[in-house]
Protein backbone atom coordinates (compact mmCIF):
# COMPACT_ATOMS: atom_id res chain seq x y z
CA UNK A 1 0.00 0.00 0.00
CA UNK A 2 1.40 3.32 -1.00
CA UNK A 3 1.79 6.01 1.46
CA UNK A 4 -0.91 8.33 -0.09
CA UNK A 5 -3.25 5.51 -0.36
CA UNK A 6 -2.54 4.64 3.51
CA UNK A 7 -3.16 7.90 4.23
CA UNK A 8 -6.02 8.40 1.89
CA UNK A 9 -7.90 5.23 3.47
CA UNK A 10 -6.96 5.95 6.87
CA UNK A 11 -8.65 9.20 6.86
CA UNK A 12 -11.89 7.09 4.61
CA UNK A 13 -12.18 4.58 7.29
CA UNK A 14 -12.16 7.40 10.09
CA UNK A 15 -14.79 9.38 8.15
CA UNK A 16 -16.78 5.92 7.56
CA UNK A 17 -16.14 6.26 3.47
CA UNK A 18 -13.96 3.34 3.73
CA UNK A 19 -15.54 0.41 1.30
CA UNK A 20 -15.80 -3.01 3.72
CA UNK A 21 -13.17 -5.08 0.96
CA UNK A 22 -10.71 -2.85 2.15
CA UNK A 23 -10.81 -2.65 5.51
CA UNK A 24 -9.02 -5.98 5.41
CA UNK A 25 -6.59 -5.07 3.84
CA UNK A 26 -5.80 -1.64 6.05
CA UNK A 27 -5.82 -4.20 9.23
CA UNK A 28 -3.32 -6.28 7.71
CA UNK A 29 -1.39 -3.16 7.17
CA UNK A 30 -1.44 -1.91 10.26
CA UNK A 31 -0.62 -5.23 11.55
CA UNK A 32 2.81 -6.01 9.54
CA UNK A 33 3.66 -2.05 9.49
CA UNK A 34 4.48 -0.13 12.71
CA UNK A 35 4.91 3.38 11.14
CA UNK A 36 1.34 2.59 9.48
CA UNK A 37 0.52 2.12 13.19
CA UNK A 38 1.71 5.21 14.57
CA UNK A 39 0.24 7.37 11.40
CA UNK A 40 -3.17 5.36 12.28
CA UNK A 41 -3.07 6.27 15.93
CA UNK A 42 -2.19 10.36 15.41
CA UNK A 43 -5.31 10.37 13.00
CA UNK A 44 -7.75 8.83 15.19
CA UNK A 45 -6.31 11.13 18.35
CA UNK A 46 -7.08 14.41 15.43
CA UNK A 47 -10.20 12.96 14.87
CA UNK A 48 -11.21 12.34 18.30
CA UNK A 49 -10.07 15.90 19.31
CA UNK A 50 -11.85 17.39 16.28
CA UNK A 51 -14.91 15.64 17.45
CA UNK A 52 -14.96 16.72 21.13
CA UNK A 53 -13.81 20.15 19.63
CA UNK A 54 -17.25 19.92 17.92
CA UNK A 55 -18.99 18.22 20.23
CA UNK A 56 -18.41 21.52 22.74
CA UNK A 57 -19.22 23.92 21.12
CA UNK A 58 -22.51 22.21 19.90
CA UNK A 59 -23.43 22.08 23.58
CA UNK A 60 -22.14 25.88 23.94
CA UNK A 61 -24.70 27.09 21.10
CA UNK A 62 -27.75 24.79 22.06
CA UNK A 63 -28.95 22.89 25.63
CA UNK A 64 -30.69 20.18 23.85
CA UNK A 65 -28.53 17.90 21.41
CA UNK A 66 -30.29 15.68 19.03
CA UNK A 67 -30.07 11.83 19.31
CA UNK A 68 -27.43 10.13 17.40
CA UNK A 69 -28.48 8.75 13.81
CA UNK A 70 -28.31 5.08 13.08
CA UNK A 71 -25.33 6.24 10.46
CA UNK A 72 -23.51 7.32 13.54
CA UNK A 73 -24.07 4.48 15.84
CA UNK A 74 -23.60 1.99 12.84
CA UNK A 75 -19.88 3.92 11.82
CA UNK A 76 -19.08 3.91 16.14
CA UNK A 77 -19.65 0.17 15.99
CA UNK A 78 -17.69 -0.49 12.52
CA UNK A 79 -14.66 1.61 14.29
CA UNK A 80 -15.15 -0.60 17.67
CA UNK A 81 -15.36 -3.97 15.67
CA UNK A 82 -12.04 -2.65 13.79
CA UNK A 83 -10.04 -1.67 16.57
CA UNK A 84 -11.00 -4.66 18.71
CA UNK A 85 -10.37 -7.36 15.31
CA UNK A 86 -6.86 -6.15 15.30
CA UNK A 87 -5.64 -5.25 18.98
CA UNK A 88 -4.05 -8.60 19.39
CA UNK A 89 -1.78 -8.26 16.61
CA UNK A 90 -1.12 -4.62 17.04
CA UNK A 91 -0.48 -4.91 21.15
CA UNK A 92 2.15 -8.22 19.84
CA UNK A 93 3.75 -6.10 17.48
CA UNK A 94 3.92 -3.31 19.48
CA UNK A 95 5.97 -5.47 22.16
CA UNK A 96 8.40 -6.27 19.03
CA UNK A 97 8.65 -3.28 17.88
CA UNK A 98 9.72 -1.81 21.75
CA UNK A 99 12.26 -4.15 20.59
CA UNK A 100 14.01 -2.36 18.19
CA UNK A 101 12.77 1.16 19.50
CA UNK A 102 16.54 1.61 21.12
CA UNK A 103 17.88 0.80 17.65
CA UNK A 104 16.09 2.67 15.40
CA UNK A 105 15.19 5.83 17.30
CA UNK A 106 18.20 7.77 17.08
CA UNK A 107 18.05 7.69 13.05
CA UNK A 108 14.68 8.66 13.71
CA UNK A 109 15.53 11.71 15.23
CA UNK A 110 18.10 13.26 13.41
CA UNK A 111 17.77 16.04 10.87
CA UNK A 112 19.17 15.69 7.73
CA UNK A 113 20.33 18.82 4.86
CA UNK A 114 21.50 18.38 1.37
CA UNK A 115 21.57 21.33 -1.10
CA UNK A 116 21.84 20.90 -5.21
CA UNK A 117 24.88 22.00 -7.06
CA UNK A 118 25.24 25.75 -7.22
CA UNK A 119 23.32 26.66 -4.08
CA UNK A 120 23.79 29.37 -1.73
CA UNK A 121 22.52 29.66 1.91
CA UNK A 122 23.48 30.45 5.13
CA UNK A 123 22.54 28.12 8.34
CA UNK A 124 22.38 30.53 11.43
CA UNK A 125 22.40 28.58 14.58
CA UNK A 126 19.62 29.08 17.09
CA UNK A 127 20.54 29.77 20.88
CA UNK A 128 20.49 26.35 21.69
CA UNK A 129 23.95 25.15 23.31
CA UNK A 130 26.42 24.17 19.99
CA UNK A 131 27.55 21.26 22.52
CA UNK A 132 24.13 19.56 22.24
CA UNK A 133 24.22 19.44 18.50
CA UNK A 134 23.71 15.83 17.62
CA UNK A 135 27.02 14.92 15.21
CA UNK A 136 25.16 13.26 12.74
CA UNK A 137 22.88 16.68 12.39
CA UNK A 138 23.69 19.16 10.42
CA UNK A 139 21.01 21.27 11.26
CA UNK A 140 18.55 21.05 14.23
CA UNK A 141 15.30 22.77 15.59
CA UNK A 142 16.09 26.97 16.81
CA UNK A 143 18.37 26.75 13.25
CA UNK A 144 17.73 29.88 11.07
CA UNK A 145 18.54 28.54 6.86
CA UNK A 146 18.61 31.12 4.39
CA UNK A 147 18.55 30.28 1.00
CA UNK A 148 20.38 32.90 -1.58
CA UNK A 149 19.62 30.57 -5.08
CA UNK A 150 19.58 27.19 -5.16
CA UNK A 151 17.42 24.24 -3.45
CA UNK A 152 18.02 22.52 -0.24
CA UNK A 153 16.53 19.69 0.88
CA UNK A 154 15.52 19.19 4.69
CA UNK A 155 15.00 15.85 6.18
CA UNK A 156 13.23 15.53 9.65
CA UNK A 157 12.43 13.01 12.49
CA UNK A 158 10.28 10.17 11.52
CA UNK A 159 11.10 10.55 7.65
CA UNK A 160 9.35 13.87 7.17
CA UNK A 161 11.07 15.30 4.19
CA UNK A 162 10.55 19.12 2.54
CA UNK A 163 12.28 20.77 -0.64
CA UNK A 164 13.13 24.46 -0.59
CA UNK A 165 13.61 26.49 -3.42
CA UNK A 166 15.13 30.04 -3.09
CA UNK A 167 15.46 32.87 -1.91
CA UNK A 168 13.70 31.42 0.87
CA UNK A 169 14.14 32.16 4.94
CA UNK A 170 13.02 29.94 7.49
CA UNK A 171 13.35 28.75 11.20
CA UNK A 172 13.10 24.98 12.28
CA UNK A 173 11.02 25.93 15.52
CA UNK A 174 10.52 21.83 16.32
CA UNK A 175 10.75 18.65 14.57
CA UNK A 176 7.57 19.47 12.97
CA UNK A 177 7.22 23.50 13.07
CA UNK A 178 8.57 25.46 10.30
CA UNK A 179 8.15 29.25 10.67
CA UNK A 180 8.79 30.53 6.60
CA UNK A 181 8.85 34.46 6.34
CA UNK A 182 9.41 33.63 2.38
CA UNK A 183 10.40 31.17 0.71
CA UNK A 184 8.32 27.98 -1.53
CA UNK A 185 8.39 24.59 0.33
CA UNK A 186 7.34 20.97 -0.51
CA UNK A 187 6.72 18.78 2.38
CA UNK A 188 5.88 15.25 2.13
CA UNK A 189 4.79 13.81 5.94
CA UNK A 190 4.70 10.27 7.08
CA UNK A 191 1.91 11.40 9.90
CA UNK A 192 -0.09 14.10 10.81
CA UNK A 193 0.67 16.60 12.18
CA UNK A 194 3.55 18.95 10.47
CA UNK A 195 2.98 22.71 10.78
CA UNK A 196 4.12 25.44 8.11
CA UNK A 197 4.01 28.88 9.52
CA UNK A 198 4.05 31.65 7.22
CA UNK A 199 3.73 35.82 7.86
CA UNK A 200 -0.59 35.02 6.35
CA UNK A 201 -1.22 31.50 7.41
CA UNK A 202 -1.11 28.46 9.74
CA UNK A 203 -0.90 25.31 7.44
CA UNK A 204 -1.01 22.17 9.22
CA UNK A 205 -0.71 19.06 8.02
CA UNK A 206 -3.59 15.84 8.39
CA UNK A 207 -1.57 13.39 6.48
CA UNK A 208 -0.51 14.72 2.83
CA UNK A 209 2.01 15.87 0.62
CA UNK A 210 1.66 19.82 0.48
CA UNK A 211 3.73 23.18 -1.23
CA UNK A 212 3.18 26.55 0.55
CA UNK A 213 4.82 30.04 -1.77
CA UNK A 214 5.14 32.60 0.25
CA UNK A 215 6.54 35.62 -1.64
CA UNK A 216 7.62 39.51 -0.72
CA UNK A 217 4.55 41.95 -1.14
CA UNK A 218 2.11 39.17 -2.37
CA UNK A 219 -0.07 37.17 -1.10
CA UNK A 220 0.55 33.62 0.38
CA UNK A 221 -0.39 29.98 -1.64
CA UNK A 222 -0.98 26.46 -0.09
CA UNK A 223 -1.59 23.66 -3.04
CA UNK A 224 -2.69 19.88 -1.96
CA UNK A 225 -0.66 17.61 -3.95
CA UNK A 226 -2.43 14.23 -1.79
CA UNK A 227 -4.11 13.97 1.61
CA UNK A 228 -5.45 17.35 3.26
CA UNK A 229 -4.38 20.23 4.83
CA UNK A 230 -6.35 22.67 7.56
CA UNK A 231 -5.15 26.14 6.73
CA UNK A 232 -5.71 28.99 9.09
CA UNK A 233 -5.06 33.07 8.51
CA UNK A 234 -3.29 35.14 10.17
CA UNK A 235 -4.43 38.34 8.81
CA UNK A 236 -7.11 40.89 9.35
CA UNK A 237 -9.68 40.97 13.24
CA UNK A 238 -9.25 38.11 14.91
CA UNK A 239 -13.10 37.62 14.66
CA UNK A 240 -12.65 37.67 10.87
CA UNK A 241 -10.05 34.80 10.66
CA UNK A 242 -11.15 31.72 8.68
CA UNK A 243 -10.21 28.35 8.83
CA UNK A 244 -10.30 26.22 5.88
CA UNK A 245 -10.13 22.34 4.97
CA UNK A 246 -8.45 21.43 1.61
CA UNK A 247 -8.10 17.98 0.27
CA UNK A 248 -6.38 16.54 -2.80
CA UNK A 249 -5.63 18.72 -6.43
CA UNK A 250 -7.50 21.95 -4.23
CA UNK A 251 -5.73 25.38 -4.00
CA UNK A 252 -6.16 28.72 -1.79
CA UNK A 253 -4.85 31.89 -1.20
CA UNK A 254 -4.94 34.24 1.56
CA UNK A 255 -6.57 37.48 1.64
CA UNK A 256 -5.89 41.12 3.47
CA UNK A 257 -9.07 40.64 5.34
CA UNK A 258 -8.16 37.24 6.70
CA UNK A 259 -10.18 34.90 4.15
CA UNK A 260 -9.19 32.95 1.70
CA UNK A 261 -10.02 32.54 -2.34
CA UNK A 262 -10.14 29.50 -4.41
CA UNK A 263 -7.18 29.26 -7.36
CA UNK A 264 -5.96 27.04 -9.76
CA UNK A 265 -3.82 24.09 -9.04
CA UNK A 266 -0.60 24.38 -9.36
CA UNK A 267 1.12 21.73 -7.13
CA UNK A 268 2.97 20.93 -10.07
CA UNK A 269 5.69 23.75 -9.83
CA UNK A 270 6.94 22.26 -7.06
CA UNK A 271 10.12 20.42 -6.78
CA UNK A 272 9.62 16.73 -5.05
CA UNK A 273 13.24 15.58 -5.40
CA UNK A 274 16.55 17.10 -4.90
CA UNK A 275 17.64 18.49 -8.51
CA UNK A 276 21.74 17.40 -8.92
CA UNK A 277 21.69 21.65 -10.17
CA UNK A 278 20.33 24.89 -10.43
CA UNK A 279 16.77 24.77 -11.58
CA UNK A 280 16.09 25.91 -15.44
CA UNK A 281 13.58 25.89 -18.06
CA UNK A 282 15.43 25.13 -21.81
CA UNK A 283 13.94 25.64 -25.52
CA UNK A 284 16.20 24.24 -27.77
CA UNK A 285 13.76 25.06 -30.71
CA UNK A 286 15.44 21.96 -32.74
CA UNK A 287 12.58 19.66 -34.92
CA UNK A 288 11.62 17.00 -32.61
CA UNK A 289 10.40 19.93 -30.23
CA UNK A 290 7.90 20.85 -32.70
CA UNK A 291 4.09 19.61 -32.58
CA UNK A 292 1.31 20.26 -34.58
CA UNK A 293 3.15 22.82 -36.71
CA UNK A 294 3.52 25.91 -34.25
CA UNK A 295 3.81 24.31 -30.89
CA UNK A 296 7.73 24.15 -29.28
CA UNK A 297 8.12 21.86 -26.03
CA UNK A 298 10.37 22.65 -23.11
CA UNK A 299 13.18 20.35 -21.12
CA UNK A 300 14.43 20.97 -17.57
CA UNK A 301 13.44 20.49 -14.31
CA UNK A 302 12.13 24.02 -13.44
CA UNK A 303 8.89 23.38 -15.74
CA UNK A 304 7.96 21.76 -18.17
CA UNK A 305 5.36 23.91 -20.74
CA UNK A 306 4.48 24.77 -24.65
CA UNK A 307 5.83 27.67 -26.46
CA UNK A 308 3.07 28.62 -29.16
CA UNK A 309 4.06 30.61 -32.41
CA UNK A 310 1.80 33.07 -33.26
CA UNK A 311 1.79 34.77 -36.77
CA UNK A 312 -0.82 37.07 -38.05
CA UNK A 313 -0.37 35.54 -41.48
CA UNK A 314 -1.66 32.12 -39.37
CA UNK A 315 2.21 30.71 -40.35
CA UNK A 316 4.17 27.67 -38.46
CA UNK A 317 7.43 28.77 -37.49
CA UNK A 318 10.39 28.38 -39.67
CA UNK A 319 13.03 26.24 -38.95
CA UNK A 320 16.83 26.63 -39.64
CA UNK A 321 20.43 25.60 -39.23
CA UNK A 322 21.35 27.14 -35.81
CA UNK A 323 23.84 26.67 -33.31
CA UNK A 324 23.05 23.45 -32.79
CA UNK A 325 20.70 21.87 -34.67
CA UNK A 326 18.00 23.92 -35.39
CA UNK A 327 16.95 27.77 -34.24
CA UNK A 328 13.55 29.25 -34.95
CA UNK A 329 13.39 32.15 -37.70
CA UNK A 330 11.07 35.09 -37.39
CA UNK A 331 9.70 35.32 -40.83
CA UNK A 332 7.63 38.73 -40.17
CA UNK A 333 8.45 41.49 -38.08
CA UNK A 334 5.44 40.89 -36.31
CA UNK A 335 5.44 37.33 -35.28
CA UNK A 336 6.33 36.23 -31.72
CA UNK A 337 6.14 33.15 -29.37
CA UNK A 338 4.32 32.85 -26.09
CA UNK A 339 4.98 30.72 -23.71
CA UNK A 340 2.35 28.93 -20.75
CA UNK A 341 5.37 29.34 -18.22
CA UNK A 342 5.01 32.52 -15.99
CA UNK A 343 8.81 33.05 -15.87
CA UNK A 344 10.50 33.59 -12.38
CA UNK A 345 8.43 35.42 -9.88
CA UNK A 346 9.10 38.33 -7.57
CA UNK A 347 12.53 38.66 -6.94
CA UNK A 348 13.84 35.54 -7.43
CA UNK A 349 17.65 35.47 -8.62
CA UNK A 350 17.84 34.46 -12.61
CA UNK A 351 19.86 33.56 -15.19
CA UNK A 352 18.85 34.24 -19.01
CA UNK A 353 20.79 33.29 -21.52
CA UNK A 354 20.17 32.18 -25.91
CA UNK A 355 21.84 32.65 -29.17
CA UNK A 356 20.38 35.43 -31.15
CA UNK A 357 20.20 36.85 -35.05
CA UNK A 358 19.55 40.51 -35.27
CA UNK A 359 17.73 41.64 -38.57
CA UNK A 360 20.36 43.80 -40.97
CA UNK A 361 19.48 46.43 -43.59
CA UNK A 362 16.49 47.93 -44.29
CA UNK A 363 14.98 44.84 -42.77
CA UNK A 364 15.33 45.84 -39.46
CA UNK A 365 12.66 47.99 -37.90
CA UNK A 366 13.49 51.84 -37.96
CA UNK A 367 12.79 52.19 -34.60
CA UNK A 368 14.95 53.97 -31.74
CA UNK A 369 12.35 52.81 -28.68
CA UNK A 370 13.26 49.13 -27.07
CA UNK A 371 12.58 45.99 -28.97
CA UNK A 372 11.61 42.75 -26.89
CA UNK A 373 13.98 39.96 -27.16
CA UNK A 374 11.84 37.98 -24.06
CA UNK A 375 9.87 39.32 -21.26
CA UNK A 376 7.40 37.86 -18.91
CA UNK A 377 5.71 39.93 -15.74
CA UNK A 378 2.75 43.08 -16.24
CA UNK A 379 4.20 45.66 -18.41
CA UNK A 380 1.80 48.16 -18.17
CA UNK A 381 0.93 50.71 -15.17
CA UNK A 382 0.11 50.78 -12.73
CA UNK A 383 3.15 48.90 -11.18
CA UNK A 384 4.99 48.34 -14.20
CA UNK A 385 6.24 45.09 -12.59
CA UNK A 386 7.79 43.26 -15.35
CA UNK A 387 11.12 41.57 -16.52
CA UNK A 388 12.51 42.31 -19.61
CA UNK A 389 15.25 41.77 -21.73
CA UNK A 390 15.36 44.40 -24.73
CA UNK A 391 17.06 46.25 -27.64
CA UNK A 392 17.30 49.37 -28.17
CA UNK A 393 19.29 52.00 -29.98
CA UNK A 394 19.36 53.34 -34.24
CA UNK A 395 18.71 50.33 -36.77
CA UNK A 396 22.64 49.14 -37.45
CA UNK A 397 23.79 49.88 -33.41
CA UNK A 398 21.09 47.72 -31.48
CA UNK A 399 22.14 47.36 -27.46
CA UNK A 400 20.76 45.48 -24.82
CA UNK A 401 18.38 46.71 -22.21
CA UNK A 402 17.39 44.85 -19.03
CA UNK A 403 13.67 46.50 -17.84
CA UNK A 404 13.32 45.84 -13.79
CA UNK A 405 9.57 47.22 -13.69
CA UNK A 406 10.58 50.54 -14.47
CA UNK A 407 14.23 50.48 -13.77
CA UNK A 408 15.67 50.16 -16.74
CA UNK A 409 20.19 49.76 -17.82
CA UNK A 410 21.80 49.90 -20.81
CA UNK A 411 24.53 48.08 -22.22
CA UNK A 412 27.48 49.81 -23.85
CA UNK A 413 27.86 47.74 -26.91
CA UNK A 414 26.46 47.52 -30.07
CA UNK A 415 25.63 44.11 -31.77
CA UNK A 416 26.07 42.90 -34.79
CA UNK A 417 23.18 42.50 -37.39
CA UNK A 418 22.89 39.13 -39.17
CA UNK A 419 25.80 37.74 -36.92
CA UNK A 420 25.16 35.03 -33.79
CA UNK A 421 25.42 36.09 -30.74
CA UNK A 422 25.31 34.52 -27.57
CA UNK A 423 23.66 36.62 -25.22
CA UNK A 424 23.32 36.02 -21.15
CA UNK A 425 21.93 38.21 -17.79
CA UNK A 426 22.43 37.50 -14.28
CA UNK A 427 20.10 39.10 -11.89
CA UNK A 428 20.74 38.68 -8.05
CA UNK A 429 17.02 40.06 -7.07
CA UNK A 430 18.87 42.40 -5.08
CA UNK A 431 20.82 45.87 -5.45
CA UNK A 432 24.14 47.64 -4.17
CA UNK A 433 24.36 50.49 -1.90
CA UNK A 434 23.96 52.86 -4.63
CA UNK A 435 20.47 51.35 -5.39
CA UNK A 436 21.78 49.77 -8.38
CA UNK A 437 20.20 46.36 -9.29
CA UNK A 438 22.95 43.83 -9.16
CA UNK A 439 22.86 42.79 -12.53
CA UNK A 440 25.05 41.24 -15.23
CA UNK A 441 25.23 41.18 -18.82
CA UNK A 442 27.58 38.91 -20.77
CA UNK A 443 28.04 38.95 -24.61
CA UNK A 444 29.70 36.11 -26.14
CA UNK A 445 30.97 35.29 -22.94
CA UNK A 446 32.61 38.62 -22.44
CA UNK A 447 31.10 40.64 -19.43
CA UNK A 448 29.78 43.73 -21.15
CA UNK A 449 29.89 47.06 -19.07
CA UNK A 450 25.84 49.06 -18.39
CA UNK A 451 24.51 52.06 -16.91
CA UNK A 452 21.77 53.45 -15.43
CA UNK A 453 18.94 54.40 -18.10
CA UNK A 454 15.81 55.28 -15.82
CA UNK A 455 15.31 54.37 -11.67
CA UNK A 456 12.58 54.87 -9.50
CA UNK A 457 14.17 55.47 -6.15
CA UNK A 458 13.16 54.17 -2.98
CA UNK A 459 11.28 51.65 -4.02
CA UNK A 460 11.42 47.77 -4.38
CA UNK A 461 12.45 45.78 -7.82
CA UNK A 462 9.72 43.46 -8.23
CA UNK A 463 8.36 41.05 -11.13
CA UNK A 464 4.73 40.50 -10.46
CA UNK A 465 3.57 37.09 -10.51
CA UNK A 466 -0.05 36.58 -9.98
CA UNK A 467 -1.93 38.97 -12.53
CA UNK A 468 1.05 38.64 -15.29
CA UNK A 469 1.56 37.91 -18.80
CA UNK A 470 3.88 34.73 -18.93
CA UNK A 471 6.86 34.56 -21.18
CA UNK A 472 7.00 35.91 -24.29
CA UNK A 473 9.67 35.94 -27.05
CA UNK A 474 10.57 38.13 -30.23
CA UNK A 475 7.40 40.62 -28.85
CA UNK A 476 4.39 40.47 -27.01
CA UNK A 477 0.21 40.92 -27.09
CA UNK A 478 0.58 44.47 -25.99
CA UNK A 479 4.07 45.37 -27.37
CA UNK A 480 3.60 48.01 -29.67
CA UNK A 481 7.26 47.53 -31.88
CA UNK A 482 8.24 45.29 -34.11
CA UNK A 483 10.50 42.18 -33.93
CA UNK A 484 14.44 42.99 -33.79
CA UNK A 485 15.23 39.36 -33.92
CA UNK A 486 15.91 37.40 -37.15
CA UNK A 487 16.41 34.27 -35.25
CA UNK A 488 16.72 32.69 -32.26
CA UNK A 489 18.44 29.35 -30.63
CA UNK A 490 18.82 27.58 -27.43
CA UNK A 491 16.72 29.62 -24.86
CA UNK A 492 17.91 28.91 -21.07
CA UNK A 493 16.21 30.45 -18.02
CA UNK A 494 18.05 29.52 -14.83
CA UNK A 495 16.55 29.96 -11.50
CA UNK A 496 19.55 31.23 -10.22
CA UNK A 497 22.89 33.21 -11.13
CA UNK A 498 25.53 31.74 -13.01
CA UNK A 499 28.99 33.26 -12.90
CA UNK A 500 30.87 33.66 -16.02
CA UNK A 501 32.83 30.60 -16.22
CA UNK A 502 29.06 28.47 -16.42
CA UNK A 503 27.86 31.21 -19.02
CA UNK A 504 31.05 30.41 -20.96
CA UNK A 505 30.46 26.69 -20.19
CA UNK A 506 27.33 26.46 -21.43
CA UNK A 507 27.52 28.53 -24.55
CA UNK A 508 30.49 26.13 -25.61
CA UNK A 509 28.06 23.22 -25.50
Same mark, same amino acid.
Given at each position: ?13 ? @? ?12 ? %???? @????RSLYMRYAEIDTLLADAHESTNKIIAFETEPASVDQIIRRQRKMAFLLSSAIGIAASLLLGAIF ?32 ? &? ?8 ? /?? =?????? =? ?24 ? #? ?6 ? *? ?20 ? %? ?33 ? %? ?19 ? $? ?12 ? !? ?33 ? /? ?36 ? %? ?6 ? /? ?15 ? *? ?24 ? #? +? ?15 ? *????? =?????? &? ?30 ? =? $?? !? ?11 ? $? ?8 ? $???? !?????? @??? +??? @?????
Open positions: MTCPELHKNIQSYL @DGTLPAEQEEALVN %TLLE @DPQAYFITVESEQNFGLASSHGTIYQLIPGDHDSTQR &SPNSSIQPGD /RL =VVEQGC =VEVKFPKNHRAIVQAPADFTLTSENT #VNMSYGKI *WVETTEPGFIVNTPEMKVTDLG %TVFGVTSLEEEADEVHVISGKVRVESYLGASSLRQ %TRELHDLESLISNSLGGFEKI $DYSGDAYLTELPEE !IPYIHYSFDRDSLTGGKTLHSEGILASAQMNYLSK /RNENPRLIDGIKNEAVQFTHQRDFMISTWKGIPSNRPR %TVMMWVKL /RKGLDIPEVTSPTPIIL *WGSPAAPGNKKWKLGLVGPPDQKKIR #V +SLGSTWLNSDYALSPGK *WHHLA =VTFTGG &SNDQGEPEVNIYVDGQEIPWSMASRVSGKKLL =V $DT !IEREPLQVGGGEH $DAYPNSLQAI $DELY !IFEGVL @DQK +SVR @DCMNR
